[in-house]
């Protein structure tokens, strides 16, 4: 399906959900102040909101999109999705400073242990060496930043 008419079927598919949210409400008005000639107002408001199920359930299809069960879960309770997006995108970037911390120490480990080694086995193991490493090593930290 085209961008364009994911978009086009997305709008529909709001457009309907706020009709349907106004229909819900006019029912509820109708409900509270039931008259007794009020009974065909009320079916109809019914009627009314069948046909916009009806219209949902066909735009479904149209749609790809995917929504995390947790965000839905989040939803049924009453709460703000963004919630759980602002604790996602926390999470990770916390676990990318746990990541980028490993990488760092691996990196210091690597540049300690290669001294060590220049200094204990000083014929096997040159200068170009060491550089050659810490040059490899600053640019890969430098491309992930």
Known sequence: MQPDEVQNTRESLENQLNELLQVLFELSVVVYDFQPDGNKLVWEKINGILE?????????????????????????????????????????????????????????????????????????????????AEETSSASLDEKS
């Open 52 to 132: 916009h199920y009806k219209t949902i359930d066909e735009l479904k299809d149209g749609l790809d999109a995917f929504i995390p069960e947790e965000v839905i879960n989040f939803v049924e309770h009453g709460k703000n999705p963004d919630i759980f997006t602002q604790g996602f995108v926390d999470r990770a970037a916390t676990e990318n400073q746990h990541t980028n911390g490993k990488i760092k120490a691996v990196n210091d480990f690597r540049h300690l242990l290669s001294e060590e080694f220049a200094k204990s086995f000083p014929d096997l193991y040159d200068d170009a060496n060491i550089l050659k």
